[in-house]
């Protein structure tokens, strides 16, 4: 019933943050953007033609990560601004922990997120890091990651799947090109 | 030398450490805390978790005296035309239970998961275990497909079915469903999607059947087949949670890994060959640590057309093959035996061998007159007319052809092997064997 609920939650903050970029009466009056995305929420269910949108969003793109929900929760409550902080950084790992699971190296990150203790260390020694820089948000989403995958919030049991996901990576990555070429014409002048 | 060049790196770091406390003590001390103990927290049952062993099964002892005997019956019924990838466990009831996938064409929407039971002698009628919407409707999550099938009963006595769904794409974008019965295939539990990869949890398939841990784990091989292709070992809780899963190579050579235990910590794998590079071989690999690492794979010199193969441990140690064992086709389909824990092989048996017909393709005529001699030989079986039937439809164009292929080999607690493959794409055919005649082929 969590991932479910979560899922929801996150598809239904995405596409509602989503639209709200193209409607200017959306943004930034909170009311509204809980009237919209219970509305989201609500089609999200809705089975047309006999399947509802989540299940092929859940199909296709599987579950979003708890930092994905943090992210998209602050952005929702805060009004736009960059999704993901150090959008290159961030696109570059992902890229690299995406390709590095796809078996054509022999080295699989992915392993390390069931049950090893390396990686919830790390992951907290991030957050611990990222506190100290004034970092808070991204400190929190990945605490609640941690906590997430402790309780077992989604239908994964590997860390990794509460901290990244393919979306998330894919806005990373528009983000830090986004970046690369608003740059350009700066270094020109 | 100054004081900070004589220091080491660690008191370094602590001095850094202490530095920054310091600095954020008052504002951030109660938070930092709170971080490391939640950090703590959560990674603590990593630290006390035991490491892995194989529960290696009990290997059934045959009555002494016993009369060689080879039988043979289809499993399934004419429609659905196509069926593939049969599975077959034995049930602690002394029943056999087979599961296997159909529809008109492999990849199509209306594939099915079938299943059915062999009680005294005889299989049960065919009925539907799953479909893409009955899947769909009970995990959630959009499903258009569905493929191999696995099953196997639990140490702590339930029936699984582990199955292959597709949601976009082809073979390599498939997921892992797993069905569960506590009462040996009376009634199921809703299917629940298991999660075994990172990216969109695409790219896990299943073919062999699973080994077992001495806390009760189940290890699962499996395959993964996007950019790369290699096996895989799944590892699931009782509670059917993935638990961890280690790779057992990388690059683009290797899947369907069949796992044969030897003690609680060896094992030796052997893989279907997905090398587009002759040779083309079985793979093997072993692990002496219960499956968390595995050795470079080598080559066996049992030849491997790019297809499923099957084996088992046998009492004695030698590991006993089912397999084609050409290098391009699978009209042939033998026994095989190994005395050095599958790096060399030797025939013992051919079930099938359309050798005859390698450089000669029959045609509609021929091919009939084979088939009719075939069925002879096939037992128990729906009306032969439909048989030959669906054999035609499904390997007939210009010319026609064989395929014997994806055998599934187990051995049952009565020390009777039952042996499960796809026969010329239209059934599954079984055929049931008891150690003298094993012993008489040898």
């Known amino acids: 019933m969590i991932p479910v609920l979560l899922a929801s939650l996150g598809y239904g903050l995405a596409i509602t943050l989503f639209f709200s970029l193209g409607a200017p009466w959306l943004r930034g009056h909170l009311k509204r953007m809980t009237m919209a995305l219970a509305a989201v929420c609500a089609l999200l269910h809705l089975p047309v033609p006999g399947v509802s949108l989540l299940a092929v969003l859940r199909g296709a793109l599987g579950d979003l990560s708890i930092v994905t929900l943090v992210f998209l929760t602050i952005l929702f409550f805060q009004g736009p601004r960059s999704l993901v902080p150090y959008p290159r950084s961030f696109a570059l790992m992902g890229l690299a922990f995406f390709l590095l699971s796809f078996g054509l190296s022999p080295l699989h990150l992915y392993a390390w997120g069931y049950a090893p203790a390396v990686l919830p260390c790390l992951t907290g020694g991030l957050a611990f890091l990222l506190w100290l820089r004034g970092r808070r948000a991204f400190s929190l989403a990945l605490l609640a990651a941690l906590v997430g995958w402790r309780l077992h919030w989604l239908d994964s049991g590997n860390l990794w799947d509460y901290l990244l996901d393919a979306p998330l990576v894919m806005v990373a990555l528009g983000r830090a090109v986004f970046l690369c070429i608003a740059r350009k014409p700066l270094q020109a002048r | 030398m100054t004081l900070t060049a004589r220091m080491t790196g660690t008191a370094r770091a602590c001095l850094l450490l202490r530095t920054c406390l310091h600095r954020y003590r008052r504002r951030t001390a109660l938070p930092l805390a709170g971080i490391a103990c939640l950090t703590l927290w959560a990674s603590w049952p990593a630290f006390f978790a035991p490491p892995p062993r194989f529960a290696p099964s009990p290997l059934p002892v045959s009555q002494p005296g016993k009369t060689p005997r080879l039988e043979s019956a289809l499993v399934n019924q004419p429609d659905p035309l196509r069926v593939h990838a049969a599975a077959i466990t034995a049930l602690p009831n002394g029943q056999l239970f087979a599961v296997w996938f159909g529809g008109q064409r492999e990849g199509g929407t209306d594939v099915k998961i079938y299943a059915a039971d062999y009680k005294d002698g005889a299989w049960s009628p065919q009925r539907v275990l799953a479909t893409p919407a009955q899947t769909m409707a009970e995990t959630g999550r959009f499903v258009r497909k569905l493929g191999n099938p696995v099953a196997f009963v639990t140490p702590q006595g339930e029936l699984w079915v582990v199955y292959v769904s597709v949601a976009l794409g082809g073979w390599a974008a498939s997921q892992l469903n797993l069905i569960v019965s506590p009462d040996l295939g009376k009634s199921w539990q809703p299917a629940r999607r298991l999660i075994t990869e990172p990216f969109l949890n695409i790219s896990t398939l299943v073919k062999g059947p699973p080994v077992f841990f001495e806390n009760g784990d189940i290890g699962l091989p499996v395959y993964y087949e996007m950019a790369g292709k290699s096996g895989e070992l799944l590892t699931l809780s009782p509670a059917g949670e993935v638990r961890r899963v280690t790779r057992m190579d990388h690059g683009l050579r290797s899947l369907q890994p069949i796992v044969l235990v030897e003690t609680p910590a060896r094992a030796v794998s052997l893989l279907r060959d997905g090398d587009d590079l002759p040779p ?163």
Not at chain 2, 301 to 309: F, Q, V
Not at chain 2, 419 to 432: D, G
């Open chain 2, 280 to 442: 083309h071989r079985v793979w093997r690999t072993e692990t002496t640590d219960a499956g968390q690492h595995w050795s470079p794979l080598t080559q066996t010199d049992l030849p491997n057309p790019n297809s499923a193969l099957s084996a088992l441990r046998l009492k004695d140690g030698g590991l006993l093959a089912v397999a084609n064992d050409v290098e391009n086709e699978r009209f042939r389909l033998s026994l095989l035996l190994s005395t050095d824990d599958g790096q060399h092989w030797r025939v013992i048996h051919r079930f099938e061998d359309k050798e005859s017909f390698l450089r000669n393709p029959p045609d509609r005529n021929t091919f009939r007159a084979r088939l009719s001699e075939d069925l002879q030989d096939i037992g128990r079986m729906p009306d032969p007319e439909t048989v030959a039937r669906n054999a035609e439809n499904n390997l007939c164009g210009t010319h026609c052809s064989w395929q014997y292929d994806y055998p599934y080999l187990i051995r049952a607690a009565d020390g009777d092997f039952h042996l499960v493959y796809t026969w010329n794409r239209s059934f599954i055919r079984h055929l049931r064997f008891n150690e003298a005649w094993l012993e008489k082929i040898l």
